[in-house]
């Protein structure tokens, strides 16, 4: 394989690499959008804070940190 053609593997391999970057960051972006709109939700129907925590976590598979964090941002 000549330099020329290596060189265009690696472009194509690294545009691949950031599109699925690009797609992971959208994706986390997107599920904090709809957890910081339910959490208020879920306040009002009256369900407690450790059981929307519980539901957060498992719906988004998130640490206990990370679903502690974004049910606390307010």
Known sequence: MDNKT????H???VRAEGYRQGLAEGRAKGQV?????AV?????MGI???EIAQK????????DQEAADLISTK
Request: charged share 30%; net charge negative; proline share 7%.
């Open 33 to 37: 959008m709809v957890i910081k709109k």
């Open 11 to 13: 472009d194509e391999d």
């Open 40 to 44: 208020p939700m879920f306040r009002q």
């Open 48 to 50: 407690p804070e450790a």
């Open 6 to 9: 290596h060189m265009m593997f």
């Open 56 to 63: 957060i976590q498992q719906a988004f598979d998130l640490s």
